[in-house]
């Protein structure tokens, strides 16, 4: 969502970093436009203006003008500036005193509510604590359904009506369920309304006083830019908010209501939904997303997703392969799909400090999904022999191959020659003590 805005930052500090000094007339110049590309992502005015005057005052002082690198100083300390307007400090959950601590899901009708109910029951189950899921949205229909399927992909049991009970009546009943359950947390799913009404604050309060949430968590669609904002403070003055989920971060929208919202509200965000899977929920990291904003990475979420899908035992195996340069396309094959479950491809290569300009000059038919499913098409395609010596693969193997993935001989060339540059980069890498590193990383 932020690939815009960051492209147009990186382009500003970029200029500043090709200046040996600067002068205050360089610094007003680079935050015009820093100013510039945050309205143009629908950042509110007067937050963007806040967030430029406070770079200046700490940017034009003397030991940042002239320090040995004052474009990298100015870049810092923006990237300071906008993990404050993003919240500083991670918001977590708040367990109650006795389970189960009570999670009050609201929102508008397609924020993702339901579904955004559902990853979190996932995360939280992830994390050894299970939880239960209360169908409590009986307005719109198959609503409870949808909540059903999304609880039986993860495994988390749904408690639903069982007769013409009110909304209120299911709730406290499904409380009822969780505490006979032994359950950690109760999500409560409640309905939502195309736009906020009186009638819709008033069954959320209702609900609200029958279950005593430990958290309220308002879900926001990031795309809908300044009217998430104004939704947020309405669901915050009727009802009151513990928290946000920004949900489809992963769209093309320009995201400003993201960065707006935390100092036009005063609410943490908790939560980014980043797809539709049911495992694309993270928890919300300010320091973070500031860094992948800026082009500096995210090399601890990239970490973590990593320990959570690559298997260990695999990863000293290939240490092992490398070692003694047996790397083969079958260990190749291996890698891209243990690289698929970490999330798609472009939202885990943004996190690799760097990339963001490397990527500009990569086609960007070689970083889609797409483009793995033919790579994952043409190795499939080869016999067994073939994948353990690919240099056996000539012309008619080639068609052959080709034929058969669905692809042009040209495609598997390209592929043959990737693999061959791979190998030798691996073989660079595992002569010292670069894998055994990069593998005690993910252990």
Known sequence: MFETLSDKLNGVFSKLGNKGRLTEKDVDEALREVRKALLEA??????????????????????????????????????????????????????????????????????????????????????????????????????????????????????????????????????????????????????????????????????????????????????????????????NTRIGVTGL???????????????????????PIKFMGIGERVEALEPFYPDRLASRILGMGDVLTFIEKAQQNIDQQKAMELEKKLRHNTFDLDDFLGQLQQIKKMGPLSQVLDMVPGF??????????????????????????MTAQERKKPEMIDGSRRRRIAQGSGTTPQDVNQLLNQFRQMQKMMKQMSSGKGMRNLTRMFQ
């Open 42 to 235: 629908d950042v509110n005015f007067k937050v963007a203006r806040d967030f430029v005057a406070r770079i200046r005052a700490r940017a034009v002082g003397e030991d940042v003008l002239t320090s040995l690198s004052p474009g990298q100083m100015v870049v810092k300390i923006t990237n300071e500036e906008l993990t404050k307007m993003l919240g500083s400090e991670v918001s977590k959950l708040t367990p109650a005193p006795r389970a189960p601590s009570v999670v009050l899901m609201v929102g508008l009708n397609g924020s993702g509510k339901t579904t955004t109910s559902a990853k979190l029951a996932r995360l939280l189950k992830q994390g050894g604590q299970m939880p239960l899921l209360i169908a409590c949205d009986l307005q719109r229909p198959a609503a409870i359904q949808q909540l059903e399927t999304l609880g039986g992909q993860i495994d988390v049991e749904v408690y639903k009506r069982a007769g013409n009970e009110t909304t209120v009546q299911v709730a406290r009943d499904g409380i009822k369920r969780a505490v006979a359950k032994g359950a950690a947390w109760a999500i409560v799913d409640t309905a939502g309304r195309f736009q906020i009404d009186d009638e819709l604050m008033k069954e959320l309060e209702a609900v609200k006083a029958a279950v005593n949430p430990v958290e309220t968590i308002l879900v926001l669609d990031a795309m809908t830019g300044q009217e998430a904002v104004n939704a947020a403070k309405e669901f």
């Open 245 to 267: 989920v920004m949900s489809k971060l992963d769209g093309d929208a320009r995201g400003g209501a993201a960065l707006s919202i935390v100092s036009e509200t005063g609410v």
């Open 356 to 381: 963001s300009a490397i990527k500009k000059k990569v086609p960007d038919e070689d970083l889609s999904e797409k483009q793995m499913k033919k790579v994952e098409a043409i190795i499939c395609s």
